[in-house]
């Protein structure tokens, strides 16, 4: 158990709907980092906030938003569903300070399918 | 050009054998160069990771980054069936605490079968 905690681990849902993802970081860690795997396209970066900041943005769709809240937890929005949306949505946290390396830990993952 | 590139494979060894795994990239800015490995239905884990250029073992894996061929690679001696799963090679150009975004390649996937 790496410590961070997704929810829900599956979703299934129809085009053009809404649906929000949500992560618990491990205790202590400021950074959460949210990427997407799909079949074609491997694990893709999109997006990571530190400390309730936006810190930096990968492939992510405008149909797509995130935030972290005061108690460091985060949810991924996705609007407008369409089938391609489907995939492995994972989030990843670390704590950020100091000069050693600092690992990413991943949680189990939500799977979303869009029909 | 995807900034990391691994063969998906699949590679399928019996078991004992060596395994090597590899990965290129594009990006001249990576420090960091890490294995992850993940199960079925799991999320990645974190197996080693290596700064800049130079070899690492820890006990039956070895990582080995060439920075001036854009090349890492990692190996598992005498292979177990539990080391089936996919391993992904991810990479990132931050330094120590702000690691910051991973490029990650595709992923192999490994079968060792007894």
């Known amino acids: 158990d790496s410590g961070v905690t997704q929810t829900p681990k599956h979703l299934i849902t129809a085009t053009g709907q809404r649906v929000t993802l949500r992560c618990s970081p491990r205790s202590g860690d400021l950074s959460v980092y949210w990427y997407q795997q799909s079949l074609d396209q491997g694990l893709q970066f999109l997006i990571q906030y530190y400390n309730g900041e936006e810190r930096a943005k990968g492939n992510i769709l405008e149909r797509f938003s995130a935030q972290q809240f005061p108690d460091l937890h985060s949810e991924l929005n996705l609007s407008s569903l369409e089938l391609g949306d489907s995939a492995l949505y994972f989030c990843?946290?670390?704590?950020?300070?100091?000069?050693?390396?600092?690992?990413?830990?991943f949680g189990q993952g939500t799977r979303l399918t869009v029909v | 050009q995807k900034e990391v590139e691994q063969d998906p494979g699949p590679l399928s060894v019996p078991e004992g054998a060596i395994v090597s795994l590899n990965c290129t990239y594009s990006?001249?800015?990576?420090?960091?160069f890490m294995w992850y490995r993940q199960y079925s239905r799991k999320g990645p884990e974190l197996l080693m990771y290596?700064?800049?250029?130079g070899n690492k073992e820890d006990g039956r894996f070895t990582a080995q980054v060439d920075k001036s061929s854009k090349y890492i690679s990692l190996f598992i001696r005498d292979s177990q069936p539990s080391d089936s799963a996919t391993y992904l090679c991810a990479m990132s150009a931050g330094r120590g605490s702000t690691l910051g975004r991973l490029y990650f390649g595709r992923g192999t996937q490994l079968t060792v079968w007894p």
């Open positions: 990006n001249s800015a990576f420090q960091y």
């Open positions: 290596t700064y800049s250029s």
């Open positions: 990843a946290s670390s704590v950020v300070g100091g000069r050693d390396f600092t690992e990413a830990f």
